[in-house]
């Protein structure tokens, strides 16, 4: 039986639009609505967070608030890291995805020898970067930081030199370079991405799987499949930003997309991921109530962590 701890990051500032730092205290009053006792039942930790950025001037136009990111990054990972030392299994519960690099950085301090695999659940690749990011938002960065690419071979813009050492400190947060090797990722309902991302996924042969393959062969299947694929992982991450889901049901969230995974795939996919002892981690991002209606994608979101995390207690 695992030890679950949760791990609280209300953080938005590499998000592009508002209100995400909001999503946790709406799932927690899901939970009440259920009349769940799921946020007591656990030890938690909450993260202070750099959110007085949103109110100051954006310093770098390609990597904004980048400052603000590096400090979550340093103490996300300082967070994980500690709770797997401590034999807790950490259930990060994150406002914007950006976050997820300083995870994937504090699973690696704790376990530097480990051979890490990466599941996330996203519409998104999230792997620009400065060099190459269309808004400048650092939440679709954090796979780029983690795979330690700069993807300079499709840069569009030039960087100055603080942006260029900031987004040096944190591809090496924790000293540890590169976290994950890009073949170990794999993405489960990716279905929006730009040319630049696609460059990445096709140069190092990333693996992607689509709504469609879910929905046709079944949540066991693609589970079976994916574990297969990083079976020379010792340890993986599952990281599910709620936009995974079709934008008909993930309205409250800042990038909702059609042609998405059903409440019920996503549950399915996840605590089938939760019966393998080699997850070490697990995290669900960008939940924004302010774009949302009776509280659904939180309702929603909470279906989904509390299923899982139950799996998990099971294993």
Avoid at 87 to 100: C, E, L, M, R, Y
Avoid at 110 to 136: F, M, R
Avoid at 137 to 144: D, V
Avoid at 236 to 256: K, M, N, Q
Wanted: charged share 25%; with cysteine; hydrophobic share 35%.
């Amino acid at each position: 039986m695992k030890n679950i701890k949760l791990i609280e990051v209300p953080s938005e500032i590499g998000a592009g639009t508002r209100g995400a730092s909001l999503g946790i205290d709406a799932i927690k009053i899901a939970a009440l609505d259920f009349m769940s006792n799921f946020f007591v039942h656990f030890p938690s930790e909450k993260i202070e967070v750099e959110n007085q950025l949103l109110f100051e001037p954006i310093q770098s136009p390609y990597a904004k608030r980048m400052q603000g990111v590096v400090t979550m990054y340093e103490r996300v990972s300082k967070a994980v890291c500690d709770s797997i030392k401590g034999h807790f299994f950490p259930v990060v519960i994150s406002g914007d995805h950006s976050s997820a690099g300083g995870t994937i950085a504090g699973i690696k301090m704790a376990k530097p020898k480990s051979k890490l695999g990466v599941i996330w659940i996203d519409a998104h690749a999230d792997l620009h970067t400065p060099y190459t990011t269309p808004s400048g938002n650092m939440h679709g960065m954090p796979l780029a930081v983690s795979i330690d690419e700069d993807n300079k071979e499709c840069k569009v813009h030039d960087l100055d030199e603080k942006t260029t050492k900031q987004w040096e400190h944190l591809k090496n947060m924790g000293k540890l370079g590169q976290k994950v090797m890009p073949e170990d990722v794999v993405f489960i309902s990716l279905r929006d991405y730009e040319k630049e991302e696609k460059y990445l996924i096709e140069k190092h042969g990333m693996k992607v799987i689509t709504t469609s393959e879910v929905r046709r062969t079944g949540a066991e299947n693609v589970c079976r499949k994916v574990l297969r694929y990083l079976s020379d992982c010792t340890d993986i991450y599952v990281s599910f930003d709620v936009d995974s889901l079709d934008a008909s049901i993930s309205r409250g969230t800042g990038t909702p997309v059609s042609n998405g995974l059903r409440e019920r795939e996503v549950e399915d996919l996840i605590s089938k991921f939760m019966q393998n002892r080699k997850i070490c981690c697990f995290e669900i991002t960008e939940v924004n109530p302010t774009l949302d209606k009776e509280n659904l994608m939180a309702e929603i979101a909470f279906n989904i962590l509390q299923r899982s995390v139950n799996v998990l207690m099971m294993n």
